[in-house]
């Protein structure tokens, strides 16, 4: 190993673990700055609530620790989830080199939203005037008036960060053994003390930056799509637009805590010997 390059990964070694603000903070200077010292080898300790999961609410979307209340069956469930990175979801995928990596879940730690300007149902901006803005049932870039199933959208903006962990069924993995992409758990119980129960649940993540020679290593891009149809949900649409900041790490563990109390983690302990 040339010596900078070992000089630097003794420098991360030495580092402070990394918090929620801290990993932001240096994905963006790196970011900002190509020639910023590597980031590989630096440990994180990221701690995200679960947030309830019917609440059609971008943000919460990408939550990974999410919970819900089954009525029906009186059972709380709960999940920790990752997603996917892919063409279809991140605008520089081919540019980051990631088509050469193995499949990336993502895991997002820090997710900024702000109200957009709002659209028509197919996503195009639309101009809102004031009735003395111009000539009565005109706007100067629509013209005549909508017919009368014309449908307002919200629109969303949004900034996030997040990790880039490989998984790849039965092959290579940067989860902690025995976990998977999607982990749901049942208790069953009443609404009330289910409701209790998951107000202090946090999702806890520990590991490392990677590197696996993607360039550059905080890779940035684009997402544009829509979260609800009303026809298939019954929600106003909302579109959405999405800059998202990935690293590549390893998790090398997962905890679903309450307070001080692991309830769930990843890899599993062993159990003691008879």
């Known amino acids: 190993m040339p010596g900078y390059l070992l ?9 402070p673990t990394l918090d929620q603000d801290g990993l932001r903070q240096v994905m963006v200077e790196a970011a900002a700055n190509p ?3 590597t980031l590989a080898g630096r440990r994180f300790r990221l701690v995200t ?3 309830e999961e019917k609440p ?3 943000a919460i979307f990408k939550q990974s620790g999410r919970w819900l209340y089954d009525k029906h069956t009186g059972t709380l469930v709960t999940s920790v989830g990752f997603g996917e990175i892919t063409e279809r979801n991140f605008g520089s995928f081919r ?8 499949p990336l879940q993502s895991f997002f730690f820090d997710v900024e939203t702000h109200k957009g300007p709002p659209m028509d149902a197919e996503g195009r901006p639309v101009a809102l005037l004031s009735p003395t803005s111009g000539p009565a049932g005109m706007t100067p870039t629509r013209g005549p008036p909508p017919s009368s199933n014309y449908q307002l959208a919200d629109s969303t903006n949004t900034v996030s960060f997040g990790l880039a962990v490989p998984y790849e069924e039965n092959g290579l993995s940067a989860l902690p053994s025995g976990m998977t992409p999607l982990e749901v758990s049942h208790a069953r119980g009443r609404r009330d003390h289910a409701r209790r129960l998951a107000a202090d649940l946090t999702l806890v993540v520990e590991g490392e930056i990677t590197d696996l020679g993607q360039k550059p290593q905080v890779f940035c891009g684009g997402y544009r799509g829509a979260l609800t149809f009303k026809e298939l949900t019954g929600y106003t649409p909302n579109w959405i637009k999405d800059r998202q900041c ?7 563990r ?3 805590m309450r307070g001080e109390a692991v309830l769930s983690v990843w890899p599993k302990e062993a159990k003691p010997a008879d």
């Open 49 to 51: 609530p679960f947030v």
């Open 35 to 37: 020639a910023t010292p």
């Open 254 to 256: 997962v905890r679903v």
């Open 56 to 58: 059609r609410k971008y």
């Open 95 to 102: 540019d980051s080199g990631l088509q050469v990596l193995p």
């Open 246 to 252: 990935f690293v590549t790490a390893r998790i090398d």
């Open 7 to 15: 000089a630097f990964a003794l420098l991360a070694a030495d580092a």
